[in-house]
T-cell receptor
Framework: GAVVSQHPSRVICKSGTSVKIECRSL??????MFWYRQFPKQSLMLMAT?????????EQGVEKDKFLINHASLTLSTLTVTSAHPEDSSFYIC????????????FGDGTRLSIL | KQEVTQIPAALSVPEGENLVLNCSFT??????LQWFRQDPGKGLTSLLL?????REQTSGRLNASLDKSSGRSTLYIAASQPGDSATYLC??????????FGTGTRLQVFP
C-alpha cells in the first residue's frame, strides 16, 4: 500500500532554532502534499497545500515566512519552521496524494516538535 | 464554512461491545467522507472512505454509513477489542478539495 515516511519523529530544540521536517512518499508519486498541525486533544488543522514544482498555498492565519514549504520533487516535501518559539511546539503531520481530489490522502506518522 | 462535529468525545467500554461513533457536518456539499484511526503520538490510518454517491462501506468489523442530506455519518465497530483503543477521526472533503476534520472520539476498550 501507499506509504508516507515523515522524519524526524521527534525534535527538541532551543528557541530561535530553525527546524526542517521531511515528508516522503515511498512507493507512489505525490503530486500534492498537505501539511497539518495538531494541538493536544484537538483535531488536525490544515496549514498549507503544495503541488510539485509550485509554490505552496497557505491557509488563512498561517505565516508563510514562518513555515517554509518546499515540494521540489514528486516524492519529497519539506516544512521548515524558521526561528521556532515555544508557541510553535505542536504535532505536525504531512499527507500525500497521487492524482485528483477523489484519491485518498496517505498520512505520515507525524513529528512532535518541542521548543524549549 | 464547513464544520465537523463528533459525538461522543470519549467512550470507554468493555471488550465485546458493539459501538457506534457519530460524525455530523454542516454543509452537505461534500465529495467524500473518510474515517481515520489515530494512535497516541502517531499519524493517521485510513479506515474507510465513502464517496458522496455511496451510502456505506464495510471493512472487517467496521461499517461506515453516510447520509449526506442530513449531514451525518456513523462508524459501527462490531465486537470491540482492546486493540481498537485509539482516537477515531472523521473528515469530509469539501468543494475546496480540503479535508475538514472533526475533533475525534477517544475510544478505550478494556478487557
Amino acid at each position: 500500500g501507499a506509504v508516507v515516511s515523515q522524519h524526524p519523529s521527534r525534535v527538541i530544540c532551543k528557541s530561535g532554532t530553525s527546524v526542517k521536517i521531511e515528508c516522503r512518499s515511498l512507493d507512489f508519486q505525490a503530486t500534492t502534499m498537505f501539511w497539518y498541525r495538531q494541538f493536544p486533544k484537538q483535531s488536525l488543522m490544515l496549514m498549507a497545500t503544495s503541488n510539485e514544482g509550485s509554490k505552496a498555498t497557505y491557509e488563512q492565519g498561517v505565516e508563510k515566512d514562518k513555515f517554509l514549504i518546499n515540494h521540489a520533487s514528486l516524492t519529497l516535501s519539506t516544512l521548515t519552521v524558521t526561528s521556532a518559539h515555544p508557541e510553535d511546539s505542536s504535532f505536525y503531520i504531512c499527507s500525500a496524494r497521487d492524482g485528483e481530489g477523489n484519491q485518498p490522502q496517505h498520512f505520515g506518522d507525524g513529528t512532535r516538535l518541542s521548543i524549549l | 464554512k464547513q464544520e465537523v462535529t463528533q459525538i461522543p468525545a470519549a467512550l470507554s467500554v468493555p471488550e465485546g461491545e458493539n459501538l457506534v461513533l457519530n460524525c455530523s457536518f454542516t454543509d452537505s456539499a461534500i465529495y467524500n467522507l473518510q474515517w481515520f484511526r489515530q494512535d497516541p503520538g502517531k499519524g493517521l490510518t485510513s479506515l474507510l472512505l465513502i464517496q458522496s454517491s455511496q451510502r456505506e462501506q464495510t471493512s472487517g468489523r467496521l461499517n461506515a454509513s453516510l447520509d449526506k442530506s442530513s449531514g451525518r455519518s456513523t462508524l459501527y465497530i462490531a465486537a470491540s477489542q482492546p486493540g481498537d483503543s485509539a482516537t477515531y477521526l472523521c473528515a469530509v472533503k469539501d468543494k475546496t478539495d480540503k479535508l475538514i476534520f472533526g475533533t475525534g472520539t477517544r475510544l478505550q476498550v478494556f478487557p
